[in-house]
């Protein structure tokens, strides 16, 4: 018996809510991009759920090149977030806010 | 007609264009001999032009041509303009005056010039000067006729404007350039419509096929722009305005340019077009009404003028309008004549003048001098020949050439143009005898006069060479068809023949009214018994108005040069700073503006473009969702 492909969007769907809460609340750097991987990987999986409900493989595919740009991106990321923090002693969000106007 | 090659025809120019160079570049080094090389090459190519004279009058009378290819100047397509110089007897006429009266104020010039700290760049100007006239003279086609009409103007420019110290000098220049260069536009845009009916620019094609090519109104259209150029070359009226200007130039330089060939460009230019003009019949009375007009206009200004070289400059205005008329007339050939006689006895007259000038250590007004025969004798006596020329006093050239004019316009029954003509005749002899008793004759009115010098053997010489042509060279035209107009007849045909009074009898009148307008002059000015200062003031405003040449000037000034003026700054402070400048800096402050309200969404909160984004997404999902 399968699981209904439900289960896995409504567990896709609050695992990205709370990413999206933790992107918009959060004031360090650190864990907004924390927030931000785990948006990604709810989208992670409701793609290998589709690929599943559809027997195609190309959603198994996407996911693992969403891992893969992930896993770079986070790289930069926390290159970005190293950098800032040596400057600056803090990576407070709010305080990085000269690039304006 | 079967062209021949002469070696000899590019050597015409070719010599003065060297002189030019050669002065232009090394005239400083060359110090005193920069004149004598100028002169030299001239006389040169004066000894050239006889040459080519007498090879020319060794040919039968209906081949009388020279044609050399230089080379090919512009070749586009079926449109073809080459470097070609064309002698024939009208040109080989000119280049004799061009060279010959060139040669000799050359000469002049080096005296008159000696203290000049540019002696050597006045010689490159006087050289080139001559180049462009016998371009102009020489071409072949409209082209190389208009590369020596500029040339002559440029010339002109440089020479007025000589002694650019004085402002008033440079702002002669550039009006002689500016006015000119509106009858030059004119004449162009006539060039364009030759080409555009003919295809070509070659004189032997536009006359020889014009009859075809051409309706009476195009012959019209064309042959009066081209006349707008001579007007403003030869300076007519309406413009005439910038000739007693360009007395500001040097004294030979006014003889040279302003008397004796550049403003004769312009009766050349209609003589040699004449096709085109006989081809409209209207273009013909045009041009000698503009002729009667300007040679009495010019004639009324003269009288009242107090330069010396003023009075000269509107006296050639006044002439060159007596060789309109007799165009106007078709009498080319007299035209061409007088052209001749005038340049004589013109160029006699201005370095004479010049002498005098230079005697009177640069004293201009004939108020200021007196008495001048007895120490200026052989500038007397040359001036005296000059002036009694121009005057119409048998047996000088002046008189015969005068007399041909009246006598066509008597004999083709053109009796207003006679009588008119017969009045503009004893005006000229009104203000030569003036001139003539003001400057050499009672006591002298000031220091000046009364310590003059004769001018120096290198100044007098030609004068004398001058007085000698100007007293011979009426017995060109002595005979009846004329020995002159006889050479001629190839390029201009006979002239008009017809019935009237007699020749002598017409020789008769207008030998009276000469020596009536002379023997006034002497009561008034020469006997002592007439006060003509106070004359003078009896007769104002008149005197007033007549000095300013009747204020065309002024009236030039209201409604030209004025409105252009207030149009120009209406276009500089209004149209192009407010209107143009306006629009763009409107368009960068609004751009400005709006980007200073737009900047301000850019908060710098991390989180709060978060939450754009993330609306946007929903935005997006929900817009997609409700298009499923």
Redesign the interface.
Known sequence: MRTPVAYYLIVSGILFMLGTIGVLTRKNALLIFMSVELQLNAVNLSLVAFSRLHDDLTGQVLAFFSMVVAAAEVVVGLAIIVAIYRRRRSVDVDDVRELRW | MVSQHSGLLWLLPALPLLGAVINLFFGERLGRYAGWLASALVIASFGVALALMSQLLAKPADDRLFLEHLFSWIDVGRFHVGADLRLDDLSMTMVLVVTGIGALIHVYAIGYMADDPRYGRFFAYMNLFVFFMLMLVLGANYLVLYLGWEGVGLCSYLLIGFWSEVPANAEAAKKAFITTRIGDTLMLVGLALIVFRFGTLDFEVVFGTAGSVLTKDAATVIALLLFAGAIGKSAQVPLHVWLPDAMAGPTPVSALIHAATMVTAGVYLVVRSHVLFELSGVALTVVLVVGLVTAIFAATCAIAQQDIKRVLAYSTISQLGFMFMAVGMRAYAVAIFFLVAHAFYKALMFLGAGSVIHGMHDEQDMRQMGGLRRLMPITFVTFLIGALAQAGVPPLAGFFAKDAVLEVAQHTDRTAVYLLGSLGAFLSAFYLGRMLFLTFFREPRSDAARTAHESPPVMWVPLAILGFGVATAGWLNLTPEGRLAGFLQDVTGFGPGGNGLGTFELAGIAVVLSLTALVVTWWIYGSGRVDWQALREGLEPFPRAALRGWDVDRAYDTVVIQPAKAGAWITAYVVDARIIDGSVNAIGAGVRRLADRG??I??????SY??VL?LGAVGILVYVGVRL
Not at chain 2, 602 to 607: A, E
């Open positions: 900047r301000l850019q908060t710098g909160f991390v989180r978060a939450l993330f």
